[in-house]
T-cell receptor
Framework: DTEVTQTPKHLVMGMTNKKSLKCEQHMGHRAMYWYKQKAKKPPELMFVYSYEKLSINESVPSRFSPECPNSSLLNLHLHALQPEDSALYLC?????????????FGSGTRLTVV | KNEVEQSPQNLTAQEGEFITINCSYSVGISALHWLQQHPGGGIVSLFMLSSGKKKHGRLIATINIQEKHSSLHITASHPRDSAVYICAANTGNQFYFGTGTSLTVIP
């Protein structure tokens, strides 16, 4: 298995809803990442988990709450989002943190906040 | 100013044309990556370069470390090459992404 699997692929949620995005990999990668990408912009790093511990939080608002239950799974819990949070949320993983060989990206979850 | 600059931002080509996308970066790198993003969103890694040139099928990537410049070439372009191509500089601490080049290949 050489993939990063993200679910759901699309999500529409209201501003008062609570939802979660899921990311899974079975490549034995020990670093996992959440990125946010707005239309026609490059991905922006949100969180980094290294060996299941949160190592980087790029000043992300608390309405985004990451969780890494085990080395294969990464969640992003969403609560009280704003319409401007609508974006493509990409998960990525790498064998080791900051692996210069690069990351494996998932297909993303396209989130719309209404 | 972005750490990674790409040109052009948008590119339309006829099927069969030779395509070049350029990337300039201002940071010290451990590797330079070329990524492909299709409209569905997923990102696929095409090349990782630290020197010289790499070829995979119709795609060729080159890098000049002294000039801090890389190019991605597509020979005999095809409509299925239509995508956004992103250059990303890996400094060893983080990735800096370019803003992408949106390529459309017309049959």
């Amino acid at each position: 298995d050489t993939e990063v699997t993200q679910t759901p692929k699309h999500l529409v949620m209201g501003m008062t809803n609570k939802k979660s995005l899921k990311c899974e990999q079975h490549m034995g990668h020990r670093a996992m990442y959440w990125y946010k990408q707005k239309a026609k912009k490059p991905p922006e790093l949100m969180f980094v988990y290294s060996y299941e511990k949160l190592s980087i939080n790029e000043s992300v608002p608390s309405r985004f709450s990451p969780e890494c239950p085990n080395s294969s799974l990464l969640n992003l819990h969403l609560h009280a989002l704003q319409p401007e949070d609508s974006a493509l949320y990409l998960c990525a993983s790498s064998l080791i943190p900051r692996d210069p060989r690069g990351y494996t990206f998932g297909s993303g979850t396209r989130l719309t906040v209404v | 100013k972005n750490e990674v600059e790409q040109s052009p931002q948008n590119l339309t080509a006829q099927e069969g044309e030779f395509i070049t996308i350029n990337c300039s970066y201002s940071v010290g790198i451990s590797a330079l990556h070329w990524l492909q993003q299709h409209p569905g969103g997923g990102i696929v890694s095409l090349f990782m370069l630290s020197s010289g040139k790499k070829k995979h099928g119709r795609l060729i990537a080159t890098i000049n470390i002294q000039e801090k410049h890389s190019s991605l070439h597509i020979t005999a372009s095809h409509p299925r090459d239509s995508a956004v191509y992103i250059c990303a500089a890996n400094t060893g601490n983080q990735f800096y992404f370019g803003t992408g080049t949106s390529l459309t290949v017309i049959p």
